[in-house]
């Protein structure tokens, strides 16, 4: 499972845009990239999957650039509500992946 | 839609103690996992399954066990508990791998070793 490095911490204030980069320098050919998003006293949730591109749905954005070593996950116009602790996960389909997560990073959202 | 529940919420143990933890989930999916969050830390997996019957050992299995006889509803148990174990624990099942599979996670069961 390809290990993956972000910022321990980030601010921001409401209204603006919150880019969170991982690097996962070895990932895989099979490997996928997954954020999940965790609040205080709760499960972490999944908020996006991708395998390159460009993926967006209703709640994020996900930038994979061509070599696939770094990918960033894009939260829109943040509200206070998006305080949260987000983990950047890196795997592939095989039979046996662990999902494994890492620190995470804590996204602090200010008024 | 239930999800994935997990009991119970809370306990407190003595040391020495044994306990077990249950996870339910009624989303057939295949695939199931214990992970263990401390304070300000990330989650760490404990064991995982990859279907009935089946489990394997994670990152920190040690003083852990499990067990996976009904494809819905996986097992966590502490045998002889340590005050190294107090932690909030969270369950989570997946149709297929972790790796393209969105995972569920329940709502966590909070576990104090005194």
């Known amino acids: 499972l390809a290990k993956t490095t972000q910022p321990i911490s980030m601010d921001s204030y409401e209204g603006q845009e919150v880019n969170i980069t991982c690097s996962h320098n070895n990932i895989a050919t099979n490997d996928y990239i997954t954020w999940y998003q965790q609040f205080p006293s709760q499960g972490p949730r999944f908020i996006i999957q991708?395998?390159?591109t460009k993926v967006t749905n209703e709640v994020a954005s996900l930038f994979i650039p061509a070599d696939r070593k770094s990918s960033t996950l894009s939260l829109p116009r943040v509200s206070l509500s998006d305080t949260a602790v987000y983990y950047c996960?890196?795997?592939?389909?095989?039979?046996?992946?662990?999902?494994?997560f890492g620190g995470g990073t804590r996204l602090m959202v200010k008024p | 839609n239930a999800g994935v529940t997990q009991t119970p919420k809370f306990r407190v143990l003595k040391t020495g103690q044994s306990m077990t933890l249950l996870c339910a989930q009624d989303?057939?999916?295949?695939?199931m996992y214990w992970y263990r969050q401390d304070p300000g830390m990330g989650l760490r997996l404990i064991h995982y399954?990859?279907?009935?019957?089946?489990?394997a050992k994670g990152e920190v299995p040690d003083g852990y066990n499990v067990s996976r006889l009904k494809k819905q509803n996986f097992l966590l148990g502490l045998e002889s508990a340590a005050p190294s174990q107090t932690s909030v624990y969270f369950c989570?099942?997946?149709?297929?791998?972790?790796?393209?599979?969105?995972?569920?996670f329940g709502q966590g069961t909070r576990l104090t070793v005194v």
């Open positions: 996960l890196v795997g592939e389909g095989n039979a046996g992946n662990m999902l494994t």
């Open positions: 991708g395998y390159k």
């Open positions: 399954s990859v279907g009935e019957g089946t489990t």
């Open positions: 989303m057939n999916h295949e695939y």
């Open positions: 989570a099942s997946s149709y297929g791998t972790g790796g393209i599979s969105e995972a569920f």
